[in-house]
Nanobody, 123 residues
């Protein structure tokens, strides 16, 4: 059974940084994709970034502020968030896709999700 666990959320002041971690266990697929999404209150879940065997992807809204790093061979991913703004307050989720082809920006492409970690940016 695949399990996905995120950690590293918390409260930070605007302009500060946070690093979220994601670890997936029970993955036997050779080329998983690990994605990051976020969901703010009364908003839809939004793609943030992803990492796969062929590179990383970041949403235009976070390019220059967020970086996605990790080691797919070890099923680990990190979301480095810098220059945080109050508008980035949300629950951040890590997800794993075990598909050969997918649209990494689409939530329905992912098979397993973590429980989410709260990120709150104060002004």
């Amino acid at each position: 059974q695949v399990q996905v666990v995120e950690s590293g959320g918390g409260l930070v002041q605007a302009g500060g940084s946070l690093r979220l971690s994601c670890a997936a266990s029970g993955v036997t697929f050779s080329r998983p994709t690990m994605g990051w999404f976020r969901q703010a209150p009364v908003k839809e879940r939004e793609f943030v970034g992803a990492i796969s065997w062929n590179g990383t992807y970041a949403a235009d809204s976070v390019k220059g502020r967020f970086a996605i790093v990790g080691d797919i061979s070890k099923n680990t991913a990190y979301l480095q968030m810098d220059s945080l703004k109050p508008g980035y307050t949300a629950v951040y989720y890590c997800a794993v896709s075990l598909r050969w082809t997918l649209r990494p920006t689409t939530a329905t492409s992912y098979d397993y999700w973590g429980q989410g970690t709260q990120v709150t940016v104060s002004s």
